[in-house]
């Protein structure tokens, strides 16, 4: 099981998007975890065990502390394209974060 943590400004408007790369994850067959949660708790989930980290476009400013905090534990990291997360395309981001851990 892939666990993917998307991280945003409060958690809140990911949530669409995690609906849809979890629709598009079952079409493939593959099986993920996929939640949404404000960018402050990313210490936390990294700590509660996540396989990958996607950044939200609106807290890209983050990216940097992201990668210190994330490199500590082994987990890639980074920012969803900002095309994508607004058109809500769930299978873009899914394929995006399942190249990103190989």
């Known amino acids: 099981m892939i666990k993917i943590a998307l991280f945003c400004a409060a958690g809140m408007s990911t949530s669409v998007l995690v609906k849809k790369m979890k629709e598009a994850a079952e079409k493939k067959g593959i099986e993920v975890e996929i939640e949404a949660y404000p960018e402050s708790t990313l210490s936390a989930k990294l700590d509660e065990g996540i396989d990958i980290a996607l950044l939200g476009p609106q807290v ?3 990216i940097n502390s992201a990668k210190e905090l994330c490199s500590k534990k082994n987990v890639p990291v980074d920012v969803i394209n900002s095309v ?3 058109m ?3 299978e873009k981001v899914l394929d ?5 851990i190989g």
Not at 96 to 100: C, I, T
Request: aromatic share 22%; no cysteine; charged share 35%.
């Open 84 to 86: 994508d997360y607004g």
């Open 88 to 90: 809500m395309r769930g």
């Open 60 to 62: 890209r400013f983050k």
């Open 96 to 100: 995006f974060a399942l190249k990103m």
